[in-house]
């Protein structure tokens, strides 16, 4: 996620790690429906209900602002990390339904739905990240913008 005060345990987030499920080319076989509904889980922010993310997004920004430049830029990177992950899950939800399920109708059915309405989930906070990172974050990092003036 993109607070700046909170880091992984172990200072790898799992989306970089070489066996993450995450890594589309980790693995051969596709993780089962549970697992990749626990690894959105896991993905997902802490910020509580998508109308109060706008409020939490600039209370996380203006505390790493205060704390300077740098903190500011792990910031956003956090930020970006965060929505490579979204969109490694993304390519999960996909191969999932691209893959097909097996089952009687009514399991079938239940399956598409649950992708369904974990695609949902997923865009929605997808969705907000790369809107404020393009709101936010310039597209070069301020320590490499010329210092060349235009009139």
Do not use: M, N
Request: net charge negative; charged share 25%.
């Amino acid at each position: 996620t993109c607070d700046s005060t909170r880091s992984s345990t172990d200072g790898v987030s799992p989306d970089t790690e070489p066996d993450s499920y995450l890594h589309p080319s980790a693995h051969s076989e596709i993780p089962p429906l549970e697992k990749v509904r626990q690894l959105i889980a896991d993905w997902q922010s802490e910020w509580g209900a998508e109308s109060t993310w706008p409020k939490k997004f600039h209370e996380q920004l203006k505390l790493a602002q205060g704390r300077g430049r740098l903190a500011s830029e792990a910031f956003f990177s956090q930020c970006e990390a965060h929505v490579e992950g979204g969109r490694q899950l993304l390519w999960l939800l996909r191969s999932i339904t691209r893959k097909g399920f097996r089952g009687t109708g009514y399991k079938v059915v239940d399956s598409y739905e649950q992708v369904f309405d974990l695609l949902t989930s997923l865009l929605t906070e997808l969705r907000f990240f790369e809107v404020k990172l393009d709101e936010y974050a310039p597209i070069s990092p301020l320590s490499r913008v010329s210092e060349a003036r235009y009139y």
